[in-house]
Nanobody, 123 residues
Framework: VQLQASGGGWVQAGGSLRLSCAASGRTFSDYVMAWFRQAPGREHEFVAA????????NYANSVKGRFTISRDNANNMVYLQMDSLKPQDTAVYYC?????????????????WGPGTLVTVSS
């Protein structure tokens, strides 16, 4: 599946952003969808994942209670609503897809990746 993320930008600490990821090419509802991020000089970090059924989700502890992942299977979209942003959330954010029935958190478990979108949070 081909993925294209958008919605990144600059925001002050405490603000909000909503990332979007458009999918195409295969049956979107067969895939677990996730967001990862990579801060400068650091490894990719799992952020959140959502099951194909749109209701089962998983979050990294660092974003739990602040970020919300959702998906719209009818329109082949996945979203990441980011609230109460902190400077440490600054990173390039990537959406990824995995053809699996569970919610993996490791980068190697995801088959397809889109180009990232940069989120910058200033203090």
């Amino acid at each position: 599946v081909q993925l294209q993320a958008s919605g990144g930008g600059w925001v002050q600490a405490g603000g909000s952003l909503r990332l979007s990821c458009a999918a195409s090419g295969r049956t979107f509802s067969d895939y677990v969808m996730a967001w990862f991020r990579q801060a400068p000089g650091r490894e990719h970090e799992f952020v959140a994942a959502v099951h194909w059924n749109e209701t089962i989700t998983n979050y990294a502890n660092s974003v739990k209670g602040r970020f919300t992942i959702s998906r719209d299977n009818a329109n082949n979209m996945v979203y990441l609503q980011m609230d109460s942003l902190k400077p440490q959330d600054t990173a390039v954010y990537y959406c990824a897809a995995a053809a699996t029935p569970y919610l993996p958190t490791l980068r190697l478990d995801y088959d397809d990746w889109g180009p990232g979108t940069l989120v910058t949070v200033s203090s």
